[in-house]
Each structure stands twice: as structure tokens, then as C-alpha cells.
């Protein structure tokens, strides 16, 4: 794997800025016509709780090689030229960022197609574990819709 | 020596997050989870009643999975990363 791959998926601490993330995308192929961003941020009201803080924890190594099957199954089975999978851990307040997904591909409709199947696969097959704090405590998310 | 690690919610259940055990092996994670269940009898049900996720070196395993010295077994509650 080269590094430039490897770069394309992330789990950090730090934030991301989304500008630079699409404009590095956008240097893959002098071909792309469309790209498909899926962000996801903390939202405060949770199961009709107030959240004051969000906490992410994932299990090194294996979070990673999940995100890069997720590219790699993403590029081949949808038809897009590329995908990059950031996902932040550790706190994270109100409004910040948590994921972003970037497909990019010739034409709009596989990189909506290949975003909406990334995100939901990311839920269910990546080791990602969500812990809300609300006025009644701590809580660690366990449904994966 | 076998590594075990837990996560999230199971780290308090299992009242740590990752331990080291010299036990003899080959074994099943079945097995296994007779010896978890000595020190933390509530994740020993949880392994059987398969109430949670487990993997063997990073790749997702069962009860039946078969363990040898050296690998490292998690133990993962269902997953919530990513947003609704």
C-alpha cells in the first residue's frame, strides 16, 4: 500500500478541514465530474436528551483496516476513482466534526450511490464506539440503525 | 500467552481494559470464556450468549474460533461510530 493510499483513510484526534479534504481529492484524477461529501457532526439532543459532550473510542489497527476495506470495496463494487474515510476519536463538542466520507467519481450518481453505502457500512462493520454525556450521565451508544 | 482487550462499554463490565493470560492452548473461545468467567462471571454469559462481538487478531471470530499463544482476542460491544 503506498502512503498516499493510506492517507486517504484516517482515524485522528485532531479536526479536519473539509475544504482541503475535497481540493486533495479533487488532484486524484483530471477526471472527476462529480463528488459526493457525507459529513457527520455532534448534535446535541439525543433520544430527547441534551448532549453537553461526545467522546468517540475505536480499536487501533483493526478501525483502519475496516475503513480501507470500506475504500477499497467502495471504488471496486460502485465504479468510483476514489474515496477518502476520515473519522475522528476522542472528545468532540457540539457541532464539530466527526466523519467525513468524499467519493469522487466520473458522474454524480455513483459517488451518491458509493457516499450512502460507505457511511452505513462504516456503522455497522467499523470498531467505533460513541459515549454521550447527557444531564443524567454517561452513556456508551450501542443501536447501530 | 494469550492478550484479551476490551472496549467501551465492556471495559467496566469485564472491570478492565486488556490482560495477559499463560494459559494452555490451543482452545476455543468457549473455553475461553470459562476462564473469563472466574474473574468477571458477567462477561463470561455475555461471550456465550453471544451479546457481543468478538475478533481474533483483528478479524471478526466466533465462539467456535480457535485460539492459539500469541493471538489477541478483543471483545467488542456493537458498534456506533459515524453519525445517524
Known amino acids: 500500500m503506498s502512503t498516499t493510499t493510506f492517507s486517504k483513510v484516517r482515524i485522528q484526534l485532531e479536526d479536519f478541514s473539509v475544504t482541503d479534504e475535497i481540493e486533495a481529492m479533487k488532484k486524484v484524477s483530471r477526471n472527476i465530474g462529480g463528488i459526493t461529501t457525507f459529513l457527520g457532526t455532534g448534535r446535541e439532543l439525543s433520544k430527547g436528551e441534551n448532549i453537553s459532550k461526545l467522546n468517540f473510542e475505536h480499536y487501533p489497527k483493526m478501525a483502519e483496516k475496516k475503513l480501507?476495506?470500506?475504500?477499497?470495496?467502495?471504488?471496486?463494487?460502485?465504479?468510483?476513482?476514489?474515496?477518502?474515510?476520515?473519522?475522528?476519536?476522542?472528545?468532540?463538542?457540539i457541532g464539530e466534526n466527526i466523519v467525513l466520507i468524499v467519493a469522487v467519481g466520473e458522474h454524480r450518481k455513483e459517488t451518491f450511490v458509493a457516499c450512502e453505502w460507505a457511511i452505513a457500512e462504516l456503522k455497522r462493520t467499523t470498531p467505533i464506539w460513541k459515549r454521550e454525556t447527557t444531564t443524567s450521565g454517561e452513556v456508551w451508544v450501542q443501536d447501530t440503525p | 500467552m494469550i492478550t484479551l482487550k476490551y472496549f467501551a462499554s465492556l471495559k467496566a463490565i469485564a472491570e478492565k481494559e486488556e490482560e495477559r493470560l499463560d494459559i494452555e492452548n490451543p482452545i476455543t473461545i468457549d473455553q475461553l470464556s470459562d476462564i473469563i468467567s472466574k474473574t468477571a462471571p458477567k462477561m463470561g454469559i455475555m461471550i456465550r450468549e453471544k451479546k457481543v462481538l468478538i475478533s481474533v487478531n483483528q478479524e471478526m471470530a466466533s465462539v467456535e474460533t480457535i485460539i492459539y499463544d500469541g493471538d489477541e482476542v478483543a471483545f467488542l460491544p456493537p458498534f456506533s461510530g459515524g453519525t445517524k
Open chain 1, 68 to 93: 480501507e476495506e470500506i475504500r477499497e470495496k467502495a471504488i471496486k463494487d460502485y465504479g468510483i476513482i476514489d474515496m477518502s474515510i476520515i473519522h475522528r476519536i476522542g472528545p468532540i463538542d
